[in-house]
């Protein structure tokens, strides 16, 4: 199969294609590159520059590289910004989406899988999130999310398109320094750029209904979740029609606090951190069950946070060499 992956150029999205060329499928990256990286596009693989907004351009790319499956990664993602500007997130999220399924339902493409997020559960009050938990998102971006999941459902119905909806828990890590993620949205980068300008690291609010009081999340590796792709498009391959909607994660919860001792030791630093006024629309903690896509698919998380602490300041000492050159033990 030829699979259009839609942010390619992404931090996720350059390892999705990584995993999948890997794999031996055969990649195009479809990416505006208004945070994508062009060099991050491997070799071979073909790279379109435009917008799931631009239907023309979408449909094109489908048509001239005989496109059979697209991974929809493309995506605003920035929870306190899509506060800020929700009449923007609604019209990349969901109206990108729309465009973007008309494209593919008139080409016939035959598998769609998209990337969702766990904040379409907003603060679930179970210790462990199934895909049965209700999604109660507190956020325009995981309304948007959620938004994007009825879509997607609805038209597989509807069309016979293979779907699979990916609730991503929180990544981090890399496989390779140069995949690394450089923004500084994601905790592990924040608590780095902190780090590196020789700053405290910051916890956003210490009143949440947790063990110490800061926001507990599941973190996965970014190669675990590339790898995650791959079987689920071989999954949409051998069952035409199928309809999956999955968690991606690890089972385990780690608090900010926590995280931000581990990246101290990890990398040689003692800062402890600092304390800042809560960010809108955190749930206090959201922690995956991945026992759905297990069954399913056979796929568990071989990495631990150790791995994606060391392989992000990797990547981080790669971009920042005055940040240094080794994490310690």
Partial sequence: MTWLITGGA???????????TEAGERAVVYDDLST????RVPDGVPLVVGSTLDGERVARALRDHEVTGVVHLAAKKQVGESVDRPLHYYRENVEGLRVLLEAVTAAEVAS???????????????????????????????ETKLAGEW??????????????????????????????????????PMIFERLTADEPPRVFGDDYPTPDGTCVRDYIHVTDLAEAHVATARALEATPGRALTLNIGR?????VREMIDRVNEATGHTLP???????????????????????ELGWKAKHDVQDMITSAWEGWVR????AGTTPGP
């Avoid at 994508?36 to 060099?39: C, N, S, T």
């Avoid at 971009?319 to 005055?322: A, I, R, V």
Wanted: aromatic fraction near 6%; proline fraction near 9%; include cysteine.
């Fill in 273 to 295: 951190p600092v304390v800042a006024p809560r960010r809108p629309g955190d749930p206090a903690r959201v922690v995956a069950s991945a026992d759905r896509i297990a069954t």
């Fill in 151 to 188: 879509l997607v459902r609805a038209t597989g119905r509807a069309t016979g398109l293979s779907t699979a909806c990916l609730r991503y828990f929180n990544v981090a890590g890399a496989a390779v320094p140069e995949l690394a993620d450089v923004g500084v949205f994601n905790i592990i």
């Fill in 36 to 39: 994508g990286i062009a060099e």
């Fill in 10 to 20: 992404g931090y996720i999205g350059a390892h999705v294609v990584r995993a999948m």
């Fill in 112 to 142: 769609f899988v998209f990337s969702s997020s766990a904040a379409v559960y907003g603060m679930p009050d179970v210790d462990l999130v199934t895909e049965e938990t209700p999604c109660v998102p507190m956020s325009p971006y995981g």
């Fill in 251 to 255: 089972g385990e919860g780690v608090s």
């Fill in 319 to 322: 971009l920042h060499p005055e």
